[in-house]
């Protein structure tokens, strides 16, 4: 029996021998998420947990090497119940844990994160709106992981070519940090490109009776209503009070789960515009996602799913390129990436809007409600920063 167990450990260590660290156990890289799991836009949160959850999957196949050590990577869940003050017990919960990396959204429960993130040096990714109070030269550890106001400066661009009878444009938003700084880069966008802004109206985010909101803003006239940073059942109740109160003209909803939208609004739902959303695949890598989806959790898949796929990639991309886990080189790593996402090409930029490179870029997909469904209308470049400085300026 002895002779047996010196054979079986002489066996493991021939094994080991041969195979090296390929067979080693990994070790942790853990991000903190700091998702909106429940409350008024827990369609997000559940939607990027999901996308992170497959992303952690395709990563942790192959795991990847720093330093010579092979890690895999670990999402640890937080649920900001899209409330400041639980975000920010979140953050104190990850920070107390060591965690130095971490994947939040939503404005109003981001931007009350950052003077912490940053004081401790945390590389924090962020999907949500916002302006230079979340990034910033003042904050150069922290990051926009999509863009969520800045795609307006695709979107309205191409919108004067493709709607020529546009000429008078509403805006729609939650009075909240997102509702705000969604109004005020769609407002100068729709400025600068020779639009006529006629109103800017404010509700409260879960609001129940939207008919009141719907008649303001049909007092001015609109051939356009921007939703902005409007999310979750707020974007179909306003629709739907729009459309019954009398509204043809176009409605732009982005953030959107296209399923529940047209649920809610029904018929009103048609020709209805959804910017930033993928609507049907268009390329293999979107194919794909699709259907590793629809085989888990049944249609629709939700368009938010998308764009919370690759910012997981893209931030182990940075800590493989700076072979450290030190936040503040992996930040300037971050700015360096370059990445093939599910939309095309991804690079980190924004420095003319910012001061410094901080948000994703890449192509925008644009939707349209047709019968009932989404259908692909166009995928949009992204402008370059000398059309940014002129679409943002004052």
Same mark, same amino acid.
């Given at each position: 029996?002895?002779?047996?167990?010196?054979?079986?450990?002489?066996?493991?260590?021939?094994?080991?021998?041969?195979?090296?660290?390929?067979?080693?156990?990994?070790?942790?890289?853990?991000?903190?998420?700091?998702?909106?799991?429940?409350?008024?836009?827990?369609?997000?949160?559940?939607?990027?947990?999901?996308?992170?959850?497959? =992303?952690?999957?395709?990563?942790?196949?192959?795991?990847?090497?720093?330093?010579?050590?092979?890690?895999?990577?670990?999402?640890?869940?937080?649920?900001?119940?899209?409330?400041?003050?639980?975000?920010?017990?979140?953050?104190?919960?990850?920070?107390?844990?060591?965690?130095?990396?971490?994947?939040?959204?939503?404005?109003?429960?981001?931007?009350?994160?950052?003077?912490?993130?940053?004081?401790?040096?945390?590389?924090?990714?962020?999907?949500?709106?916002?302006?230079?109070?979340?990034?910033?030269?003042?904050?150069?550890?922290?990051?926009?992981?999509?863009?969520?106001?800045?795609?307006?400066?695709?979107?309205?661009?191409?919108?004067?070519?493709?709607?020529?009878?546009?000429?008078?444009?509403?805006?729609?938003?939650?009075?909240?940090?997102?509702?705000?700084?969604?109004?005020?880069?769609?407002?100068?966008? =729709?400025?600068?490109?020779?639009?006529?802004?006629?109103?800017?109206?404010?509700?409260?985010?879960?609001?129940?009776?939207?008919?009141?909101?719907?008649?303001?803003?049909?007092?001015?006239?609109?051939?356009?209503?921007?939703?902005?940073?409007?999310?979750?059942?707020?974007?179909?109740?306003?629709?739907?009070?729009?459309?019954?109160?009398?509204?043809?003209?176009?409605?732009?909803?982005?953030?959107?789960?296209?399923?529940?939208?047209?649920?809610?609004?029904?018929?009103?739902?048609?020709?209805?515009?959804?910017?930033?959303?993928?609507?049907?695949?268009?390329?293999?890598?979107?194919?794909?996602?699709?259907?590793?989806?629809?085989?888990?959790?049944?249609?629709?898949?939700?368009?938010?799913?998308?764009?919370?796929?690759?910012?997981?990639?893209?931030?182990?991309?940075?800590?493989?390129?700076?072979?450290?886990?030190?936040?503040?080189?992996?930040?300037?790593?971050?700015?360096?990436?370059?990445?093939?996402?599910?939309?095309?090409?991804?690079?980190?930029?924004?420095?003319?809007?910012?001061?410094?490179?901080?948000?994703?870029?890449?192509?925008?997909?644009?939707?349209?409600?047709?019968?009932?469904?989404?259908?692909?209308?166009?995928?949009?470049?992204?402008?370059?920063?000398?059309?940014?400085?002129?679409?943002?300026?004052?």
């Amino acid at each position: 029996m002895k002779k047996r167990v010196i054979g079986l450990v002489g066996l493991f260590l021939t094994c080991s021998v041969l195979f090296g660290t390929s067979q080693a156990v990994s070790k942790e890289f853990e991000v903190g998420c700091n998702f909106m799991l429940s409350g008024p836009a827990a369609f997000i949160g559940i939607a990027t947990k999901q996308a992170v959850d497959h =992303a952690t999957e395709v990563i942790n196949k192959e795991g990847f090497v720093v330093q010579g050590e092979k890690y895999a990577v670990k999402p640890v869940y937080y649920d900001s119940k899209y409330i400041p003050a639980e975000a920010v017990l979140n953050l104190e919960k990850m920070l107390t844990g060591g965690i130095r990396f971490v994947f939040s959204q939503g404005s109003g429960v981001t931007v009350p994160l950052v003077e912490k993130t940053t004081a401790a040096k945390v590389l924090m990714m962020a999907s949500c709106s916002g302006s230079d109070h979340l990034t910033s030269s003042k904050y150069p550890y922290s990051f926009r992981s999509l863009p969520c106001n800045e795609a307006a400066f695709a979107m309205y661009p191409w919108m004067v070519k493709a709607y020529p009878q546009i000429k008078n444009v509403a805006h729609a938003n939650p009075s909240d940090e997102a509702g705000y700084t969604e109004s005020e880069t769609r407002v100068r966008c =729709a400025k600068n490109v020779g639009f006529k802004n006629v109103v800017n109206e404010y509700f409260k985010r879960g609001a129940t009776d939207f008919y009141p909101v719907a008649t303001r803003i049909l007092a001015s006239n609109p051939d356009l209503i921007d939703f902005g940073g409007t999310a979750g059942r707020d974007q179909g109740l306003l629709a739907k009070a729009l459309r019954e109160s009398g509204y043809k003209g176009i409605i732009a909803i982005s953030y959107s789960d296209p399923g529940a939208l047209i649920k809610v609004v029904g018929g009103g739902a048609e020709g209805v515009l959804l910017p930033n959303t993928v609507a049907e695949p268009q390329d293999p890598k979107q194919q794909e996602l699709h259907d590793w989806y629809v085989k888990k959790y049944g249609p629709p898949v939700p368009g938010i799913l998308y764009e919370m796929w690759d910012p997981l990639f893209v931030l182990v991309e940075a800590v493989k390129k700076a072979n450290s886990f030190d936040p503040v080189k992996v930040a300037e790593a971050f700015r360096t990436v370059r990445w093939d996402s599910v939309f095309g090409p991804l690079y980190v930029g924004m420095e003319s809007l910012y001061g410094l490179k901080c948000t994703f870029c890449r192509p925008i997909p644009m939707g349209v409600v047709k019968n009932r469904e989404l259908k692909h209308l166009a995928t949009l470049p992204w402008p370059s920063d000398e059309e940014i400085r002129k679409l943002n300026a004052n």
